[in-house]
């Protein structure tokens, strides 16, 4: 029972966000460099790997190829065991990026010290805000020229309206950074680059050794006797409850590149962030420590065996312990289910797991039972966890058959793909599904749809572009969405469950409709 708890408590599941070329690779691969999990640098795949035709169906699927396998990062380090989720980004952001992080208990936000909060960043960070799970940032790229320090906690206070607690505090930055100064040990980290391949030295000086002013020459040393002043007096308490909460982001200044500050920032975010959280279901809150095994399913992946059409189901376990071969309740199938092949990714490798425990994200194998969202639990109190709620596109085309004979494998494939989660459908209300409105959140899946169509389900497509680029859906029980005062562009339409949706051609006619009809309410993600 002590080893049950102790696992649990020891492991930490986290996300990394950031807008691409930020460095969420280059952390990552230090992270796992310090689990041991890898030998050396290079060895997680980059977006320079990836490059690919996006037109080509195989070449898609070879990338995902490398997102199975990197889909969930597993070591050990300082006798925690660590889960990274690899939230998807580049040209595959897409609905899977937002729905992994429903499976995070927190989030590291990598930020370019030269750029600040850049536009991906902020829906992802939205997305985290939704659950209030803890934020850790890391300002990276510090041996570069960067933005002032307190610009960039100005930028993420007023941009993603979370406050910011500096752990630590850069010493210039580019040519003339010198490190960081640590604010609670009241020392200086600092930097060194002899510019011979990627590593920085890290040296330790107290802020009271003489030696330090010479180290860091007269005008950073009094910015830096300035800058200790300023934090101290004016800047936020440090509050770890409020840390946990997702009120408060400790920050911290690196270099990830040059492995500079990157230790540091691992040990703090280990010991500030929390073990697996509770989650809610329709039975109250799900206790991790509870010892009956539950999971929900937030991600499904086609296979590339298109012969089968088999998919791999990812699960967040909620508690207790899962062993292989264990039989569950598959509760939104209402049926007794084994979990087949149950995968664990270990770094690079795909193993089969033995045992996993609440925190840890396992790969099953997926007839085409599951949906996002789903619950499986041993207990035969059914429960239901709160289902992952379904994100606006920002993308839209007309969608139709070229041959009207193939109605049916158009209708079967597009509703397939539908539920699978990888793209959206809206129709106008009493429409047909003989031409049909497809969203996504990255144009990827475009391709996506039309490569599987043609190969999976023999259809040829046409699409056409539409001018629209927001859609919301509209709340409340008794709006007429018909008698609704709107732009002429905007257009009324409904997702497959039958709930009203509006598109938007500009976020001005979002307002106009908000101010032109008072009882309306709009909302950027649908939980039904
Ligand atoms: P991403 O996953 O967030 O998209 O970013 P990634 O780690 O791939 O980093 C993007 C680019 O920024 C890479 O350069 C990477 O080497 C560089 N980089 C990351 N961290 C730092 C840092 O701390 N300092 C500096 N100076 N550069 C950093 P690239 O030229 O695009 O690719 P590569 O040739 O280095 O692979």
Redo the contacts with the bound molecule.
């Keep these: 029972m002590a080893q049950f708890t102790k696992e649990i408590e020891k492991r930490r599941t986290f996300a990394i966000i ?1 807008h ?8 990552t691969e230090k992270f796992l460099l310090y689990g041991g999990a890898i030998a050396s640098a290079g060895m997680v795949k ?3 790997s990836m490059k690919h035709a996006v037109s080509d169906w195989m070449e898609i699927e070879k990338q995902r190829g490398i997102s199975v396998t990197s889909s969930v990062l597993q070591f050990e380090y300082d006798g925690y065991c660590i889960n990274i989720l690899d939230t998807p ?2 040209q595959d952001f897409s609905e899977d990026t937002y729905r992994t992080l429903m499976a995070a208990d927190s989030a590291v936000m ?1 930020i370019d010290a030269s750029k600040g909060v850049e536009k991906q960043t902020i829906k992802l960070f939205k997305v985290c805000m939704m659950r209030d799970i803890p934020v850790f940032t890391f300002i ?5 020229e960067a933005r002032d320090p307190y610009d960039l906690m100005a930028d993420i206070e007023s941009v993603l309206g979370i406050k910011t607690y500096p752990v630590n505090w850069p010493i210039g930055s580019g040519k003339e950074f010198k490190g960081v100064y640590e604010r609670e040990k009241e020392r200086v980290l600092s930097f060194t680059y002899n510019g011979i391949g990627h590593e920085a030295d890290e040296k330790v000086t107290a802020m009271d050794d003489p030696a330090l002013k010479d180290m860091l020459g007269d005008t950073l040393y009094q910015t830096l006797i300035d800058d200790r002043e300023l934090l101290d007096g004016a800047g936020d308490e440090f509050d770890l409850e409020a840390v946990r909460h997702g009120k408060l982001s400790p920050v911290f200044f ?5 492995n500079f500050g990157v230790e540091p920032f691992l040990e703090n975010f280990l010991k500030m962030t929390t073990s697996p959280l509770p989650r809610t279901s329709s039975q109250g809150e799900i206790d991790p420590f509870n010892d009956d095994f539950s999971a929900f399913v937030f991600k499904i992946q086609a296979n590339m065996n298109k012969a089968h059409r088999d998919r791999i189901a990812f699960m967040r376990i909620c508690s207790g312990r899962f062993e292989k071969g264990q039989e569950v309740n598959h509760v939104q199938g209402g049926r007794k289910i084994k979990l087949s092949q149950p995968q664990q990714m270990m770094a690079q490798d795909r193993e089969i797991v033995e045992e996993a425990y609440a925190g840890d994200i396992i790969g099953v194998f997926d007839p085409g039972i599951f949906s996002i969202g789903d619950t499986v639990c041993a207990s035969s109190k059914k429960f239901q966890f709160e289902g992952i709620p379904t994100f606006a596109p920002e993308h839209f085309r007309l969608v139709r058959q070229k041959d009207t004979m193939k109605r049916k494998q158009f209708i079967k494939g597009t509703s397939q793909i539908a539920q699978e989660g990888a793209i959206q459908i809206f129709q106008e209300p009493g429409g047909g599904m003989e031409e049909v409105i497809v969203g996504v959140v990255g144009t990827l899946q475009f391709d996506v749809l039309e490569y599987r169509l043609k190969n999976e389900y023999g259809v040829d497509v046409i699409m056409e572009g539409l001018p629209y680029q927001y859609i919301r859906w509209v709340v409340g029980e008794n709006i007429d969405v018909k008698a609704l005062d709107l732009t002429s562009d905007t257009k009324y339409v409904q997702d497959l469950k039958g709930n009203p949706l509006l598109l938007f051609t500009s976020s001005w006619n979002i307002q106009w409709a908000l101010d032109h009809n008072k009882e309306l309410q709009l909302q950027e993600f649908s939980r039904s």
């Design positions: 950031s691409p070329d930020a460095g969420k690779t280059t952390l980059g977006k320079k980004g580049h990598v990276n790229k510090m041996d570069r690196g270099s990830a590149l040059t």
